[in-house]
């Protein structure tokens, strides 16, 4: 499973305003100086972090809650909202995207990166 957003993924979310922690991968010694290389990917935690615990509906009093889940027959990551209604769990089906991935880490870029573009975090 992997545990960092890719490169490309990083400078998405960079351009996006979200400030990755820097964290010191490794340091050198080169020519008596000393040079450290910082490793500023997203980790799944900084990610999960970006997202909301809840949305509120279009009706004012209703709340999605975040979900983020496996689907042990698809092998699949899902994250996304879900409303909670009278006696059980549904989709949320107002105006936000779910996401869904074999890596969970995708899943979590993809919800994270479209909740920004749509205005919601």
Not at 30 to 40: A, F, G, L, N, T
Not at 53 to 81: K, M, N, T
Not at 87 to 109: H, S
Request: charged share 25%; net charge negative; glycine share 6%.
């Amino acid at each position: 499973m992997k545990q960092y957003t890719s490169n490309d993924q990083t400078a998405k979310l960079i351009e996006l305003g979200f400030v990755p922690k820097a964290t010191i991968k490794e340091v050198q010694v080169v020519h008596s100086r000393v040079e450290v290389v910082h490793d500023c990917n997203f980790t799944l935690g900084e990610l999960i972090e970006m997202l909301p615990r809840c949305i509120e509906s279009g009706s004012g009093s209703d709340e999605a809650v975040l979900e983020i889940s496996y689907d042990s027959q698809d092998f699949e990551w899902f994250c996304g909202h879900r409303m909670v209604y009278n006696r059980g769990w549904r989709l949320f089906n107002g105006d936000y995207k779910t996401c869904d991935d074999k890596e969970l880490i995708n899943a979590l870029y993809r919800y994270v990166v479209a909740l920004k573009e749509d205005g919601v975090i």
